[in-house]
Structure formats: structure tokens, C-alpha cells
């Protein structure tokens, strides 16, 4: 969600005149785009903008601003404690970026309610594969999570503003989009999900369909019947989990139990056989004993996810989990997030191994960074795959022959079904 949002900030100061340097010494600019999912990102922010000081003395031009979600946080607050920064905006107020470039100093933490109709010209990188935002916000407030504070409240871009700019990026030769929002599933517009999938689906040119984040609670049974149906939708899914404790869910503020997800992926794994599921796991939630640590573990086991993003738990002030009493210690959850990587490591390269020898239709993303006679792309259900190949097959889809599993990626070999 932060990477896109920066290529709106990067399409609105293009169209200013503005070009990106290729050493931060020489920029008259500087945007610090911040999360505050976790309190490691927002460290990781503090020391850098105490980094950058410096520069302000030895460029007097130089203007700084914080933007995201500790902007939208700290607000004015970041002003005062930062006598560096000039400028202060949070997520819904990126369009008010040109604007504030003409004032000396300014903060904007408004809420936006008109931002599902601010459509902004994104600058992207890649020409192969596009974000595009269908929604914004988030109406769930999971006890831990931070997000429905500095996102505001959800809201839905009409379909044919969503349809138009990937019309647009298939006409300028993308082929795959990834559709984002903190909870696709609940898009509510015109049409709901399904119905805007169909739509997207229809769009010539556009090869590949995926979208990030379902929330479990909201995974329709209609949604499913297009995950099966509508051909250019991928067959992966990342369906975030948190915990196999049901009375942590509940904690969690998560609204289904584990045997109501267990019946979700029962559904999905039914109608598509090969679908890929990924998720997101929290370590070491306020009060998490043992047993219930034992009870996402086993989870991993049964479910066997094709990967998952593991985190502990992170105290975010503001949020119910955060005044939550029986605190997790550093330690305990260091050890459960390791163990809980542990288990899913063995699990994502056995299910990796079970693809050696099969045949993959792989989307051609770019050269190697490292050698330059490889190429490397996706497999639909999202695995990362790199072969020999020429330059010239980027933004193709090509057969792919799997020749060797590893953890992370696969290897593979061109086939001449191409
Ligand atoms: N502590 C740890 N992990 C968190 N996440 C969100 N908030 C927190 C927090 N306070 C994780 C969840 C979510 C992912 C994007 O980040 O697992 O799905
Ligand atoms: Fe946060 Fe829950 Fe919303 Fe995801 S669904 S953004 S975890 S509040």
C-alpha cells in the first residue's frame, strides 16, 4: 500500500517538473513515506530522518516532509520535535502534495472522505506488472492493528474509475495488476468484488489478475465461484490467518474461529485445486499461551500454506491490544516466531519440491539483477521462478518446465511450448 501510494507522490511531482536523483546529497526534496504497522518501522524511520539533518545545513533549499501513516499519527507533533521537517501529510492527503510545495511550512491530517473520487496518476517503475488501489481504509479494527486509525474509515472507488486506469495501463502494454485495498472483499461501490472482477476481467491486453488483502471473515462464496471462473485471475490467494487459537481470534477482534477458516481454504482448495494460500501470523499476542502457540502451529501443519509473513506482536499505542494486560515477554515471542519459521520453512520448500517436473505458465518480469542470461517472472500462483532466457521475452508468457525447487524461488527451463 506504501509503494503505491509513493508513485502517487512520484506521478504528482513528475507532473510538477520534479526528477528523481540518483543520490539523496542532491535532492531539493525529500519524502519520508512511513509505516507504523509495526514499531521496528517506525524506528527504522526515526534514525534515518536524524541521518538526513545534516543535510539541511549543507543544502538550505532542501525541503523535508514526512507523509503515511506516523505523519498522520504525530502530526503537527513531528513539526515541533523535528526542526528539519517541513512538511507533514497522511495517507488520504497525498493530493494535497503539489499544494503544499508552495508553502513554507504545512501540515495535512485531515480526513479525506472524498478520497475514493481523488483518482491521482500513478508513476510507476515496473511496465509489466501495476497496483492499483480499489479502496482505501479499514472498518475491522482488529484489536492489534493500527491501520483503521491512520487510514480512516473504508471507502470504494467506482468500478469504471478503476476500469478506466487499468484500460489505460493495458494500453500502455502492462499485463498484470494487482488490485489493493486493506480488505478487497468487502469493495462496495457500484458492484461488490465479484462484480468488479468480471469487469477487470474483460479488459483486452490484461493477462493476469491479483489482489491483496482478503480478510477471511469476508471470503464470499461468490468470490470463490470467480476465483474458479474468470480465467485471468490467479490462482493465489493470501488470506491472512493471525492465529489457530480461536479464543485469540477473538482477542484479535478477527470475527470467524479457526474452524471457520479451516472451512474457507476447505472451500477454496474444493473449487481450485491448485490455488496457493498465503498468510500473515502473529507471535506472541497478549495472554497467548503455550497451547494456544501450539494451536497455530498446528495449523501450519494442516493447512500448509505456500508461505507466510510471520511477526511478533507489536504494541501499537492507540489500539485495544496495546493496554491489553498479560504482555508477552521479548523473549517468548523471539522463540515462537522462530519456531513458527521454522515449521513453515520445511512446509514451503516441500510444497516448492512438489512442483519439480511439472509444467508452469510463467509471466516474464524482468532480466536478473545478477546474470545477465536470466530471465525472471511468476508463476500464477505467485512463486518466483528464474531461468535462461532472452531480454526480449519480458512482459511474455512462456511454458515453463520446473527443474529445481529452493525455498525462496524456483528454476526452471524455457519449454518450446512457448
Ligand atoms: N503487531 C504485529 N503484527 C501486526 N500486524 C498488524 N498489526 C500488527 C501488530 N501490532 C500484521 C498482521 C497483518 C500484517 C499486515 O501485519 O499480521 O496481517
Ligand atoms: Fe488492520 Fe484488521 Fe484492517 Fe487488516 S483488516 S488493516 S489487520 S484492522
Given at each position: 500500500m506504501n509503494v503505491h501510494d509513493s508513485e502517487k507522490m512520484a506521478g504528482i511531482l513528475k507532473a510538477e517538473g520534479y526528477t528523481e536523483t540518483a543520490y539523496t546529497e542532491e535532492a531539493d526534496l525529500i519524502i519520508f513515506n512511513t509505516c507504523?504497522?509495526?514499531q521496528k518501522a517506525e524506528q527504522k524511520f526515526r534514525s534515518e530522518l536524524g541521518r538526513i539533518k545534516l543535510l539541511k545545513i549543507k543544502n538550505p533549499l532542501l525541503k523535508i516532509a514526512v507523509a503515511g501513516c506516523i505523519a498522520q499519527q504525530k502530526g503537527r507533533d513531528i513539526l515541533k520535535r523535528n526542526p528539519q521537517v517541513d512538511y507533514v501529510f497522511g495517507?488520504?492527503?497525498?493530493?494535497?502534495l503539489s499544494s503544499m510545495l508552495t508553502a513554507d511550512t504545512m501540515v495535512c491530517i485531515e480526513d479525506n472522505p472524498e478520497i475514493q473520487h481523488t483518482d491521482i496518476p500513478a508513476e510507476r517503475k515496473d511496465n509489466v506488472k501495476a497496483w492499483v488501489s480499489i479502496m482505501y481504509g479499514c472498518?475491522?479494527?482488529?484489536?492489534?492493528?493500527?491501520v483503521p486509525y491512520t487510514r480512516g474509515r473504508e471507502k470504494s472507488r467506482p468500478s469504471e474509475n478503476i476500469y478506466k486506469e487499468i484500460h489505460e495501463l493495458s494500453e500502455n502494454g502492462f499485463k498484470e495488476v494487482t488490485l489493493l485495498g486493506q480488505n478487497v472483499n468487502s469493495y462496495d461501490s457500484d458492484t461488490n468484488f465479484a462484480g468488479l472482477l468480471r469487469k477487470i476481467n474483460?479488459?483486452?491486453?490484461?493477462e493476469r489478475i491479483r489482489f491483496v488483502t482478503s480478510h477471511p471473515r469476508d471470503l464470499s462464496d461468490e468470490l470463490i465461484l470467480c476465483i474458479k471462473e474468470?480465467?485471468?485471475?490467479?490462482?493465489h490467494i493470501h488470506l491472512p490467518l493471525q492465529s489457530g487459537s480461536s479464543r485469540i481470534l477473538k482477542l484479535m477482534n478477527r470475527g470467524y474461529t479457526y474452524e471457520d477458516y479451516l472451512e474457507k481454504v476447505g472451500k477454496l482448495k474444493e473449487c481450485v485445486p491448485d490455488i496457493a494460500i498465503t498468510t500473515d501470523i502473529i507471535a506472541?499476542?497478549?495472554?497467548?499461551?503455550d497451547n494456544d502457540h501450539s494451536l497455530t502451529i498446528e495449523a501450519l501443519k494442516r493447512i500448509e500454506f505456500d508461505g507466510i509473513f510471520a511477526f511478533k506482536f507489536s504494541p501499537r499505542p492507540g489500539t485495544k491490544a496495546a493496554e491489553m494486560d498479560d504482555k508477552i515477554s521479548e523473549k517468548i515471542k523471539s522463540l515462537r516466531l522462530y519456531e513458527i519459521l521454522g515449521y513453515q520453512d520445511d512446509i514451503t520448500l516441500r510444497k516448492n519440491k512438489e512442483l519439480e517436473g511439472s509444467l508452469q505458465e510463467v509471466l516474464v518480469e524482468g532480466v536478473s539483477k545478477t546474470n545477465n542470461g536470466k530471465i525472471t517472472g511468476r508463476t500464477r500462483t505467485n512463486k518466483i521462478i528464474n531461468l535462461e532466457g532472452d531480454a526480449a521475452l519480458v512482459g511474455r508468457l512462456i511454458n515453463v518446465e520446473i527443474r529445481k525447487a529452493l525455498r525462496h524461488s524456483l528454476e526452471g527451463r524455457l519449454t518450446n511450448q512457448a
Open positions: 507504523s504497522i509495526r495517507p488520504q492527503n497525498v493530493h494535497k472498518n475491522n479494527f482488529c484489536s492489534y492493528c493500527i474483460a479488459i483486452t491486453g490484461i474468470l480465467p485471468k485471475i490467479c490462482g506472541g499476542f497478549p495472554s497467548e499461551t
